[in-house]
Nanobody, 124 residues
């Protein structure tokens, strides 16, 4: 059983930056693909980014490509999402998730564990 706790959300002006963190415990972190998803009010959950076991492979949703960067520190059981050039449409609850698999995936049904989420609000 893996527990995930996100932090780092908050209120930021458009064009600003935030760094989200996700702390994992209870499993072999280095054997989990880690993903970030977000959900805005009234909208479906959206894929944001994913990173492979070693961090050597990443993949991003089209809406964040070039602005967001996902990384991980397996020694600290942490995964991060650096968000730059934030836009009001980035406002959402952001979730980290862990998938016990080797291949990276953008599909939420492939993920086994989820955090409680952290709110990101971008003002215009």
């Amino acid at each position: 059983q893996v527990q995930l706790v996100e932090s780092g959300g908050g209120l930021v002006q458009a064009g600003g930056s935030l760094r989200l963190s996700c702390a994992a415990s209870g499993g072999t972190f280095s054997r989990y693909v880690m993903g970030w998803f977000r959900q805005a009010p009234g909208k479906e959950r959206e894929f944001v980014a994913v990173i492979s076991w070693t961090g050597g492979r990443t993949y991003y949703g089209d809406s964040v490509k070039g602005r967001f960067t996902v990384s991980r520190d397996n020694a600290k059981n942490m995964v991060y999402l650096q968000m730059n050039s934030l836009k009001p449409e980035d406002t959402a609850v952001y979730y980290c998730a862990a998938a016990q698999r080797m291949a990276i995936t953008r599909y939420d049904y492939d993920y086994d564990y989820w955090g409680q989420g952290t709110q990101v609000t971008v003002s215009s």
